[in-house]
């Protein structure tokens, strides 16, 4: 059973930072992209970042220059470091790993609060 499990959420203040990890357990399957989403209340969920095996990147526009993706291949775990935090970036924070050949999975998510 593939477990996805997100950490790190908290409440900061407007230009704070903040490290979100996640990890991924109970799967041998080889883990192509992993990616951070968010939502947002009264929002859809929104691509913040993604991260590929081999380690190309990816950002929304609202997150470029503040918040860096990276992952630990061993350790099946991905993370984000966010920074220069603003009141809008408030969501909870989602990571989804795409595995090679058996789909993808989904964490319960983090809270991030920004305080302004």
């Known amino acids: 059973q593939v477990q996805v499990v997100e950490s790190g959420g908290g409440v900061v203040q407007a230009g704070g930072s903040l490290r979100l990890s996640c990890t991924a357990s109970?799967?041998?399957?080889?883990?192509?992209?992993m990616a951070w989403y968010r939502q947002a209340p009264g929002n859809e969920r929104e691509l913040v970042a993604g991260?590929?095996?081999?380690?190309?990147?990816n950002y929304a526009d609202s997150v470029k220059g503040r918040f860096t993706i990276s992952r630990d291949n061993r350790q099946n775990t991905v993370y984000l470091q966010m920074t220069s935090l603003k009141a809008e970036d408030t969501a909870v924070y989602y990571c989804k790993i795409s595995t090679l050949f058996h789909g993808d999975y989904w964490g319960k998510g983090t809270l991030v609060t920004v305080s302004s």
């Open positions: 109970g799967t041998t399957y080889i883990i192509n992209v």
């Open positions: 991260i590929t095996r081999g380690g190309t990147t």
